[in-house]
């Protein structure tokens, strides 16, 4: 069979709730090419990260499986990293440069002296070129995440999955760090899996744009988007228009059922 390169078959993700199980997401099937760019876009609390966690193989689903090239993700695995959403993803006894280099001597078994000017460049590229010497704590929020976004781009693995990475940034670092992403992109072709709230993100780095809704946790529709890599077509404005009323429909059915 030819299948694609990461295939997300009926996952369901419960958590247990006291004496009952919450179920988190359900029934998600995904076909995702190689090189493709998936999106995920949905209003809080509809699974994405719990999504992003299981294809990384931290997180056993209930239901269903996720396979890499046909085979079952059980673990994680050398093709896939993550940019959590969490702020506090670095080692905090490594300086800056340490964090991103170290991790390439580790993953690319580079040279100590290869790696760190790799680092070093990947470094001035997310806007951290004065800091390589601070360690962690000395750095703000959105500090900490650009260097897990330099260490994900340093790794270059075959899937990379994002997890609202830029949503701590500034307006006018977010548009950078978007237009490094399409370069990366590019230069690579690899998959790529983001997670965002911005529809306007989700149509400028997206070659699919997956909605999901809530309660529970599903996909409500996948849009192909041939508006990528650009910014403001006037003939993006109907997509974005389905993807507004699609999410604020789920925000009023989640509500009514409360
Ligand atoms: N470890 C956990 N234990 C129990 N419940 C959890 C756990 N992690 C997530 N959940 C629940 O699962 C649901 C989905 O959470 P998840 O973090 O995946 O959502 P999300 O779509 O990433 O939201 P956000 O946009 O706010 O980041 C939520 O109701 C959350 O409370
Ligand atoms: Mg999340």
């Known amino acids: 069979m030819n299948e694609a390169s990461l295939c997300l078959d009926g996952v369901g993700i419960r958590y247990r709730l006291g004496a009952s199980d919450f179920v988190a997401v359900e029934n998600v099937s995904l076909e995702i090419k190689s090189g493709e760019r998936v999106m995920l876009l949905g209003p809080s609390g ?5 999504l992003l966690k ?10 269903g499986e996720v396979r890499s090239n046909g085979r079952k993700i059980t673990e994680p695995g050398p093709d ?54 601070f360690y962690p704590h000395t750095l703000s929020g959105g500090m900490k995440q650009r260097v897990a976004i330099a260490r994900a781009w340093s ?6 999955l994002m997890d609202e990475p ?13 237009d490094e992403t399409v370069k990366i992109w590019r230069e690579a072709r690899r998959t790529l899996i983001f997670v965002t709230h911005s529809i306007d993100e989700a149509l400028y780095l997206g070659d699919k ?50």
């Open 46 to 50: 509809c699974g994405k990260s719990s």
């Open 54 to 63: 299981v294809i990384a193989g931290f997180q056993k689903p209930a239901t």
């Open 80 to 133: 896939r990293f993550v940019v959590f959403q969490e702020f506090d993803q670095l080692f905090p006894w490594k300086t800056v440069l340490g964090n991103v280099a170290d991790c390439i001597r580790l993953t690319r078994k580079l040279p100590r002296a290869e790696a760190a000017s790799r680092a070093a460049k990947i470094l001035d590229m997310v806007g951290l070129a004065g800091y390589f010497d």
């Open 155 to 160: 790794v270059d693995p075959a899937i990379l």
């Open 166 to 178: 830029f949503a701590a940034l500034d307006a006018q670092t977010r548009a950078s760090l978007q």
């Open 209 to 258: 744009i997956v909605v999901m809704g809530r309660s529970p946790g599903r996909v409500l529709r996948i849009f192909d988007n041939p508006f990528a890599e650009t910014r403001d077509q006037p003939e993006s404005a109907e997509l974005r228009h389905q993807i507004r009323a699609l999410l604020a429909g789920n925000q009023v059915a989640a509500e009514e059922m409360r």
